[in-house]
């Protein structure tokens, strides 16, 4: 499916590095979504944006910085990662925010910091 | 608390066997449980959910059974093939605010042909 796209698929940065990840939809959603995929632990939501508007930062360290600069793109910019940032980056995007509506998911970024 | 306890962590299963997943959360306020399946190298796709109105729902082979009073829910694959073998994600939100999905650890089930 290419509904939500991500780019790239797969990153290696050194701690000192930056970089951003890329998401786009080509649903015609409002609200898109970042989480953080580690293995053997849950999705972890990291924000949400609602017609470009941030709605929800969970708590996520400023070294994610994320942009959303219209509602068919989100980005995440990445700077001075750890280690332990190393996951799976899942984009996803919803028609809005009413609590039924499916989200799609894109197929993620791998990211390993060295 | 916003947890969404899922078990098993693995499963195997026979072709041909019913597979169960079972989900239990604790926050009342939920009111939309959804299950998502993830492929390797895919992100996770809706596969099912249901509202706490009803205490079962069924697409296929694939059914949701809810428990609203023991705050429990689960899925059941029937007739269990090689091609469902895929982690699968509890995950529970309410209609409070954004749509703001709490997973489940997942289980990742092998369907042995």
């Known amino acids: 499916e290419t509904g939500v796209t991500q780019t790239p698929r797969h990153l290696v940065m050194g701690m000192t590095n930056k970089k951003s990840l890329k998401c786009e939809q080509h649903?015609?959603?409002?609200?898109m979504y970042w989480y953080k995929q580690s293995a053997k632990k849950p999705l972890e939501l990291m924000f949400v944006?609602?017609?470009?508007?941030?709605?929800e930062n969970n708590s996520v360290p400023s070294r994610f910085s994320p942009e959303c600069p219209n509602s068919s793109h989100l980005f995440l910019h990445l700077h001075t990662l750890q280690p332990e940032d190393s996951a799976l980056y899942l984009c996803?995007?919803?028609?809005?925010?009413?609590?039924?509506?499916?989200?799609?998911f894109g197929p993620g970024t791998r990211l390993t910091v060295t | 608390q916003q947890q969404v306890k899922q078990s098993p962590q693995s499963l195997i299963v026979q072709k041909g066997g019913i597979s169960i997943i079972n989900c239990a959360y604790e926050?009342?306020?939920?009111?939309?449980f959804p299950w998502y399946q993830q492929f390797p190298g895919k992100g996770p796709a809706l596969l099912i959910a249901?509202?706490?109105?009803?205490s079962e729902k069924k697409e296929g082979r694939f059914t949701i059974s809810f428990n609203k009073s023991a705050k429990q829910f689960s899925l059941h694959i029937m007739d269990s093939q090689p091609g469902d073998s895929a982690t699968y994600f509890c995950?529970?939100?309410?209609?409070?605010?954004?749509?703001?999905?709490?997973f489940g650890q997942g289980t990742r089930l092998t369907i042995n042909p």
């Open positions: 944006y609602n017609f470009k508007e941030q709605t």
């Open positions: 995950a529970a939100s309410t209609h409070q605010g954004a749509q703001k999905l709490v």
């Open positions: 996803a995007s919803t028609r809005d925010l009413g609590v039924s509506y499916e989200q799609y």
């Open positions: 926050n009342t306020a939920f009111d939309y």
């Open positions: 249901i509202r706490p109105d009803v």
């Open positions: 649903l015609g959603h409002n609200a």
